[in-house]
């Protein structure tokens, strides 16, 4: 959605869409020049501060920055190489140019050989400062160094084989996806990998290029299931990012080349993302424009200028094009830096609604369906401000009330998440997660499996299936990560609760005053193996149940073991449940009870009341 320098259509009278197109237009062609001179200001006053990262320009031998000449130079270099790119003496001028635009790790090897003509191992003789465990390491740890040094791992991992293929064959070899495990620094890292490998005749080198796989496809299937997209407009750059499922959203998909299936062209997109996104489609303001509705053109525009002003858009629906077909598209939008008067990018996310308007409207009154929509509103502007702690709005069914509270650790944030919203089908989907680990990395996992439950939970799988496909998001999505969850559906027409549990503890259940531990079966933890199956569980709730989800800082206290911390728990909850009638004031009673102000480790309630 990268602004255009041309007018679509400069005769548009005043008033028509095509001239508010053009307007707005104008606005964000100003937004992106100011974006752009704050960029060049920022790094000029930065520049300074770190003489060590400016480009030698020669003839001044004090000059600061990397060498043209001595053991780091290469062939017919007028400039310093790209300063994550280390490269050996001897090789060809445009070899450094190529590892500075490859977003995997890659390395230039020289084949080393026995006596007997066999390769007995390869010289790291270029690299880049991509690694492929994930450890940052300098590009120059390589250099000189025999694969069998520095990377141990691929020996075991199959991908010597490939090397060798590629010398063999003479030309270009892609492997299936290989499972790399080494040994960094003492510390055991893993990554699952795709990657070509090249044969340079004319040196006699191997140029490599690996990238991870998993979270890429699994973003897909996601977004397939879900009927949604995403899209960032870097404004600095001007340049747009499109996920998959938004290009199918917005019908900016290219035409499959002949021959190839729909899943090699995902790896053909891949490979291409990996030299300088040279498939990337490009859409500006009016590309997009001209698919919408001119109905919904005004509220578009004034949309638009919001988030070019450094606002955000919580929750908007409008109707595109897209060939023959109308769709009704839900999206909202989000300026970053947050709060900044000039942004540097925008992010958009949107979903297919296509009759999900029609399935409400039988199901609900225009008044129920226009307050849900306001409710939704709500959650989902405070979803970008406050993650970890979203609000949760009221429920359609007048006896059933819902409450949450999350404490964090005196050392902060924490893994803990929960979730609970009513699904159009009129299930409530009841959730609470805990991703391993402490401080700003666990809670940015801990907000990929919300949003990723979030998008999955619009499919008619069960809590069980739903859980499976979590734990996939989990396990391909970092390293030796895990995560705990119990993910359930109430039906209202029933009270039947149907719940998994992935290595949680378990609900309580207070009724007629007597808390208790509900009996389950329990899976393993997510992240621990992928395509792992969980059993469902099933419970009858009643007038006058209350329910409780918490995570594991609401019972593990320092000098207490487990047994006790469940005990107090249940001594808390028989109290407050005795002077509650509500879930809100039976979770501020136990906040006040069991956590006070700050919890030894971060620590969430979720409580459900049925009247």
Request: with cysteine.
């Amino acid at each position: 959605m990268e602004a255009s320098s041309v007018d679509a259509s400069p005769g548009a009278p005043a008033g028509t869409p095509e001239s508010a197109l053009q307007e707005l237009n104008q606005v964000a062609l100003r937004t992106v020049a100011r974006a752009r001179h704050n960029a060049r200001v920022r790094i000029a006053e930065a520049s300074p501060a770190h003489p060590g990262h400016s480009v030698h320009s020669g003839g001044d031998g004090d000059a600061p920055g990397r060498p043209t000449t001595g053991p780091f130079a290469y062939d017919g270099a007028e400039s310093a190489p790209p300063s994550d790119v280390a490269v050996l003496p001897g090789l060809p001028s445009w070899l450094p140019a190529v590892l500075g635009v490859l977003r995997g790790s890659s390395t230039v090897l020289r084949p080393e050989y026995a006596a007997d003509g066999t390769v007995r191992d390869f010289i790291v003789v270029g690299a880049n400062h991509f690694e492929l465990s994930g450890v940052e390491r300098g590009s120059f740890d390589f250099l000189g160094k025999r694969l069998s040094e520095t990377r141990p791992g691929i020996r075991t991992s199959g991908m010597y084989d490939v090397y060798r293929a590629a010398l063999d064959s003479g030309t270009p070899v892609s492997s299936d996806t290989i499972d790399y495990v080494d040994i960094i620094d003492g510390v055991l890292q893993r990554s699952r990998l795709r990657g070509t490998v090249t044969l340079l005749p004319d040196e006699g080198l191997l140029l490599t290029n690996w990238e991870p796989v998993g979270e890429a496809r699994l973003s897909r299937r996601i977004q397939e299931r879900g009927r949604m997209g995403w899209a960032e407009w870097d404004l600095v750059t001007g340049r747009m990012r499109w996920s998959q499922g938004m290009r199918e959203l917005l019908g900016l998909t290219v035409p499959l080349p002949e021959g190839v299936s729909a899943e090699a062209n995902h790896d053909l997109e891949g490979a291409a993302r990996s030299v300088t996104s040279a498939k990337d489609i490009s859409a500006d303001l009016f590309t997009v424009g001209q698919k919408i509705d001119a109905a919904d053109i005004p509220a578009f525009v004034d949309d638009m200028r919001t988030l070019l002003a450094g606002g955000e858009v919580p929750d908007r629906e409008l109707t595109v094009h897209v060939g023959d077909e109308a769709r009704r598209i839900r999206w909202l939008g989000h300026a970053q830096p947050e709060g900044a008067e000039v942004p540097e990018s925008l992010l958009f996310a949107a979903r297919n609604v296509t009759g999900q308007e029609e399935m409400l409207s039988r199901a609900l009154s225009e008044t129920e369906r226009l307050r849900q929509e306001a409710a939704a509103e709500h959650r989902v502007s405070d979803t970008f401000r406050r993650a970890l702690t979203p609000p949760l709005g009221a429920l359609t069914p007048p006896w059933l009330s819902v409450s949450a509270a999350y404490v964090p650790s005196d050392s902060g944030v924490g893994g803990d998440w929960y979730k609970c919203r009513e699904l159009p089908d009129g299930r409530v989907l009841l959730a609470v997660g805990d991703a391993s680990g402490h401080g700003v990395d666990a809670a940015s996992r801990a907000v990929q499996q919300r949003s990723a439950l979030a998008g999955l939970a619009y499919t008619d799988e069960n809590a069980a299936e739903l859980t499976m496909a979590l734990g996939e998001v989990v396990y391909y999505g970092g390293l030796d990560t895990t995560a705990t969850c119990v993910v359930g559906h109430l039906h209202p027409d029933t009270r039947v609760l149907h719940w998994a549990s992935a290595g949680h503890p378990a609900p309580v259940l207070v009724r007629d005053g007597v808390p208790q531990l509900l009996e389950a079966e329990h899976g393993l933890m997510l992240g621990v193996t992928p395509h792992m199956t969980y059993p469902m569980n099933t419970t009858q709730l009643q007038a006058g149940d209350l329910l409780l989800c918490y995570t594991d800082g609401v019972i593990e206290r320092r000098g207490m073991d487990l047994d006790e911390g469940i005990g107090a728990l249940l001594a808390a909850v028989r109290e407050c449940a005795a002077r509650s009638e509500s879930a809100a004031a039976a979770t501020d009673c136990l906040v006040s009870t069991l956590l006070g102000r700050e919890a030894e480790d971060d620590a969430t309630i979720l409580a459900l009341y049925l009247s």
